[in-house]
Each structure stands twice: as structure tokens, then as C-alpha cells.
């Protein structure tokens, strides 16, 4: 299932906007429920800051909702894209976390967490995955919903391969597993440089993505209203992409990116094998993953749900409230009622 949100005039968009939500969601995150009082106060979830130091590296996530969480239902983890962190979740976890236990890490080299030199490091995304991986064994998160975006997506596909039966769902915004997906337009000197890490040209036009030009137009290029993207974006990543010695470190991530593409084949094997839920939300503006690499998913999921959003990279910071009704109304149909229909139909089987 395909839906294309286009909107053209600011009337439409309000209006748009409110009949979606509307028929989406019994009612939006923290509000006061259907016929309550206008004065009515809804509690707010808290989401905290907390770390952990894996093999000697201290890693910070953020989480929210665990008190309100259900044991037998997944949490719902959020997996960063480059050059951001757990902060491009910040105002997304509350619209869960009422309902859901959430947690955002920061990778090494990312947010909060530790960013170890990249000659004292293995800045991989194995060994990233296999930190988040031990991250979310420590705090007891046993089943997950993984949200794929950017580098999210190679790090939760790692994850989903090695423990399927862990995985209760994905939601995709913008994360690649297809070759239709990485254009030459923006992936040529990417490719460059994993066949040839010393080629001058590729170095440099890596580095150049790591300048404050390049993080303000990852952040509004292709969004309908610029500026209406938040500078706090960009005031936030920058300072990190400065710091010293972190030019190495994304040359190295830069470099085993290239590990991701001969996995896609395994990947999408597991899509096909285990059909997992998926619903996918995506910038269809976005030059650095196009709609082209969000359309070949229903060749392996055809009963996902796929939502191409009139907006950018970064979807959260224009359409935020729009996915979290979307990825709302889909967990509680095909995750959360899921579950309790498998539960129910084992128990009257009489399976344990």
C-alpha cells in the first residue's frame, strides 16, 4: 500500500494534516482524550539521559516510557542517521513513549557518547551494531521495533539478521537495504573511495560533507519550508563534527559504509524469510536515499505500508507529528493487536 502526502497551499496542508491525524490516531500523543474537559492535564512522559560504558567506551541513549511499559510488548528502539544522534528523536519519543517504552542511543562518534580517536577505535558498523546490541541486552529490552534511518538502517539490519526472532517490527525513514537506492549523483565518490581509500578527490568531497553547509542542507534541502527547520539542528551537530580528530573518524564510517551494499542480498533475504511488520515513512526529496530506494521494499514486503512524505532527509523535523500518527495507528494494528492475537491463538492451542 502506497500514500503520497503532497501539499501545495498552507490551507491545505492545515487541513490535510488535521483530517489525516484525525483518521489516524484516536487522538495525538499526550492530549487530553476524546471529550475531555478543555482544561483537562495529561501527564507528560519524562525521557531521560542515561550511559553506559561498553569495552571502555561510554555510550549515552536517551529513554522513555519504561514505568508505562507493557512486558509482553516490544520497545521500540531509534537508530540514528549521519550527522545527527539521539537528538533527531527528541521531540519524537514523547509522541511514543505514553504508550511505549523507547530508547535512542548515540553511536561512538555520535551525541553524548565517547569519541574515541580512530586509531584507538573500530569504527565499523559490526561493532556498532554489536554495542547497540549489547546496550539493549543491559537495560532488558528483549523485542524490538528498530526505526531505520540513514546509518540506522545498517546498524538495525545487522541486528534483524543476526536475532530475527527478536525483531517485532521495522519502521524505515530513508534507510537503504537496495542498490536502487544509492545514485551515482550522490554515491559516486562514496564508491570512489571504497575502491580506493587514498583517492584525493573522494577524501575531499567526503570532508566537505562535513562542513556546516553541508549539515544545514542535509537538514532543510527538500523540505517545504526550509526555514521553518529548526537552527538548533545544526547548532547541535556542528559543534560535534568539529571536533578534533572526528574527520578520521567519519572517514573510517565513510569507508566501511562500503561493507553494506554486498549485504543487501542477505537483507533483503530477510525481509523475504520473515516478513517482519514494516511500515515505511519516507522524505521522497531526499537526494541522499531517493524514493527509488523506498519502493523496492514491497518487492519483499508486499504487505508493508509505504508513505512517501513531501519532504526531505531529516522527515521527523517537518512531518514528526504526521509519522508518529502513522507509526502509532501501525503498531497498535499490526504490532501490538498482532502480539495479542498470537498470544491469545497459542494459549487456545494450548502451545506455552
Avoid: C
Wanted: aromatic share 10%.
Amino acid at each position: 500500500m502506497i500514500e503520497k502526502y503532497t501539499y501545495k497551499p498552507a490551507m491545505s496542508l492545515f487541513a490535510a494534516m488535521a483530517i489525516t491525524v484525525a483518521s489516524m490516531a484516536p487522538h495525538p500523543a499526550n492530549a487530553a482524550p476524546p471529550g475531555a474537559r478543555p482544561d483537562a492535564v495529561v501527564e507528560s512522559v519524562p525521557v531521560y539521559t542515561r550511559s553506559m560504558e561498553i569495552d571502555g567506551t561510554t555510550i549515552y541513549y536517551r529513554e522513555a516510557g519504561a514505568d508505562r511499559h507493557d512486558a509482553d510488548e516490544p520497545v521500540i528502539v531509534l537508530l540514528h542517521g549521519f550527522p545527527t544522534s539521539s537528538h533527531m528523536f527528541r521531540d519524537f519519543i514523547p509522541k511514543l513513549a505514553d504508550e511505549y517504552r523507547v530508547i535512542a542511543p548515540d553511536y561512538p562518534g555520535y551525541g553524548l557518547s565517547d569519541s574515541p580517536p580512530a586509531d584507538e577505535f573500530e569504527y565499523t558498523f559490526d561493532n556498532i551494531a554489536s554495542m547497540m546490541e549489547e546496550l539493549l541486552d543491559r537495560v532488558g529490552a528483549e523485542n524490538w521495533v528498530l526505526y531505520l534511518q540513514d546509518y540506522g538502517a545498517p546498524v538495525g539490519f545487522r541486528l534483524a539478521t543476526k536475532h530475527p526472532e527478536r525483531v517485532a517490527g521495522l519502521i524505515v525513514q530513508n534507510g537503504n537495504a537496495y542498490e536502487e537506492g544509492l545514485p551515482d549523483s550522490f554515491w559516486g565518490p562514496w564508491r570512489d573511495y571504497w575502491k580506493n581509500p587514498k583517492d584525493q578527490a573522494a577524501i575531499q568531497h567526503l570532508g566537505s560533507l562535513l562542513t556546516l553547509e553541508a549539515t544545514t542542507w542535509q537538514f532543510t534541502h527538500g523540505t517545504r519550508i526550509p526555514d521553518a527547520i529548526s537552527p538548533d539542528n545544526w547548532l547541535v551537530v556542528q559543534p560535534l563534527l568539529d571536533r578534533l580528530g572526528n574527520v578520521h573518524v567519519q572517514l573510517e564510517l565513510a569507508y566501511d559504509y562500503g561493507s553494506n551494499p554486498p549485504r543487501y542480498p542477505q537483507w533483503q533475504a530477510y525481509l523475504r524469510e520473515h516478513q517482519p511488520p514494516t511500515i515505511i515513512t519516507w522524505g521522497r526529496h531526499d537526494e541522499i536515499f531517493p524514493a527509488s530506494g523506498a519502493l523496492p521494499y514491497l518487492r519483499d514486503l508486499p504487505k508493508a505500508e509505504l508513505h512517501l512524505l513531501d519532504t526531505g532527509h531529516f522527515a521527523l523535523e517537518e512531518d514528526g507529528d504526521l509519522i508518529a500518527a502513522l507509526v502509532r495507528r501501525w503498531l497498535e494494528r499490526e504490532v501490538v493487536g498482532h502480539s495479542t492475537e498470537t498470544s491469545t491463538q497459542a494459549s487456545t492451542d494450548g502451545r506455552p
